[in-house]
């Protein structure tokens, strides 16, 4: 008798669970809502200035990348050793 209680629990246990199509759904929506966050679209292919983020189900998600100035540095003029110039 206890097994058959065991059992019935069980078998109600994992019918009442979501199913496995809508566990890959709300995956794939997660996904989707992620690639939005990050100011990305789901596309078929990225182009050359886009870098993938994550796939949202098949297709790539597809992320501008940013345009960053190049950095000028004035190491040789902030070197401890350098002085004025002497004539």
Known sequence: MK???I???FLITVSCG???SEK???EI???KR???LVRGVCKTKCNTWEYIHNYCNVEPCCVLRD???PVMTT???TDKNFTDFTI
């Open 75 to 77: 190491a040789a003029y």
């Open 34 to 36: 992620e690639c939005y």
């Open 7 to 9: 059992f019935l629990t």
């Open 24 to 26: 890959k759904r709300r």
């Open 29 to 31: 929506a997660e996904r």
């Open 18 to 20: 979501p199913s496995v």
């Open 67 to 69: 345009y960053q100035k």
């Open 3 to 5: 097994i058959i209680c």
